[in-house]
């Protein structure tokens, strides 16, 4: 298995986070018909196009992600969109913003199957 990124999670780490903070923010960028056909039933999971999240501004930006210690995790089909969604928030200064790699996929195929498949 390759190391993870400074901006990316493995699977297990954020099952365990998110079974015990049922609240932590989860920022779905997939698209609107994706999540028809597969999607995490959280109350934190908030979703947000990859394409719409990169034309938010700074102060929009902030005022969803922290440059504290509380971490966003983001979350895609793979992991590819996260990844680079992950990338360019570290570059824009929120370092706690982590990519789920593997994406939902991986997550119903190994955690939980009724999340749905595509």
């Known amino acids: 298995m ?3 990124l400074d901006h990316e999670v493995s699977l297990e780490f954020f099952q365990i986070a998110l079974s015990e903070d049922p609240h932590i923010l989860v920022v779905d960028v997939r698209e609107i018909w994706e999540l028809q056909l597969s999607r995490l039933d959280y109350p934190s999971v908030t ?6 999240l990169m034309a938010q501004n700074l102060a929009e930006l902030e005022s969803l ?9 983001i979350l895609c089909h793979h992991g590819i969109r996260s990844e680079r969604i992950a990338r360019w928030l ?7 913003s982590l990519s789920v790699n593997g994406g939902i996929d991986l997550y119903a195929r190994k955690i939980d199957p009724t999340v749905g498949f595509y």
């Not at 979703?47 to 719409?52: T, W, Y």
């Not at 992600?65 to 995790?73: L, M, P």
């Not at 570290?90 to 706690?96: H, I």
């Open 90 to 96: 570290w570059s824009l200064g929120f370092k706690n």
């Open 47 to 52: 979703n947000i196009p990859v394409g719409k």
């Open 65 to 73: 992600f922290s440059r504290d210690e509380k971490f966003a995790y």
């Open 2 to 4: 390759l190391p993870l």
